[in-house]
């Protein structure tokens, strides 16, 4: 790239197969770029909710963002989707495939994916204006599951933030979550509605290699029948703020007690890339 990765493009695969995963990416690129008469689509990573496989060099130019050869910053207009773009997507940016299938879970991919962004954002100085969507290079409904899905790239977005900050902390630092009812609010941040309203503790470790936090949560999570649930209960815990002691970023939230946990809890959600090969 001529000036190194200016933008991280995000894609979803879209695909419906069992197979659709990383390593049948992976398994897919290779085949593809040993045929002779072969298309020449490429991408840097495939990562789904277990596995990321990298197949270029990050500094390489791959071919995924659907606008040629146009260079950084350039405007066109794309005749396939009729769309005005910005260009520099295959010429400027690392892709991402995001793995779509039945059997991927796709929040705990998101989240994983948070953090290699988070991780090639701090790797090349890049701020989180630098994430695109494919889309914003062509036209295409790409990422097609976070594009219609309401509010889903946001919270992707607030994901990438904080994992951003916790490896400005330390390149180390992990989150850890204790959760004493995670039938009811899992390690992924989703929540089960309860019969009843119920309060659910949380306890946060933010790990690093000299320090560790502990923070902890009450959430009340509302139930079926919150007729049960007196108002007094309900107004304390629902009012509760919730945020950080110390630390460079402060969570607040009133009635979202959700959106803490789907941010925050990203436990395992550590990529491991594997080797180019
Ligand atoms: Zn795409």
């Not at 593809?32 to 909710?49: E, M, Y």
Request: aromatic residues 10%; contains cysteine; negative net charge.
């Amino acid at each position: 790239m001529p000036n190194g990765p200016q933008y991280i493009v995000i894609h979803d695969t879209g695909m419906t197969n069992d197979t659709d995963n990383a390593v049948g990416l992976n398994e897919y690129i290779h085949a593809q770029a040993n045929k002779k008469d072969g298309r020449v689509a490429s991408w840097h990573f495939s990562i789904d909710d277990s596995s990321c496989y990298q197949h270029v060099p990050t500094d390489e130019i791959a071919w995924h963002a659907g606008d040629g050869s146009n260079p950084y910053l350039a405007f066109y207009y794309n005749t396939i989707y009729k769309k005005e773009c910005i260009g520099g997507g295959n010429q400027n940016g690392i892709g991402i495939e995001t793995c779509i299938n039945p059997k991927n879970d796709y929040e705990m991919t998101l989240k994983r994916t948070a953090r290699l962004v988070a991780q090639l954002l701090h790797e090349y100085n890049l701020d989180c204006s630098r994430i695109k969507q494919h889309y914003d290079f062509s036209g295409k409904e790409c990422p097609n599951v976070i594009r219609n899905t309401n509010g889903l790239w946001e919270s992707f977005m607030l994901d990438v933030e904080l994992e951003y900050e916790l490896i400005k902390i330390d390149s180390n630092a992990r989150l850890h979550w204790t959760i004493d009812l995670p039938n009811v609010i899992n390690y992924n941040g989703k929540k089960t509605t309860p019969d009843k309203g119920t309060k659910v503790n949380l306890e946060l470790n933010i790990l690093s290699e000299n320090d560790s936090f502990s923070y902890h949560y009450n959430v009340f999570v509302k139930g079926l029948h919150m007729k049960d649930i007196s108002k007094k209960i309900n107004r304390n815990y629902i009012s509760d703020k919730i945020s950080y002691v110390d630390g460079e970023f402060t969570l607040s939230i009133d009635n979202e007690t959700s959106t803490l946990v789907k941010r925050k809890l990203n436990k395992n959600a550590i990529p491991k890339i594997k080797k180019i090969e």
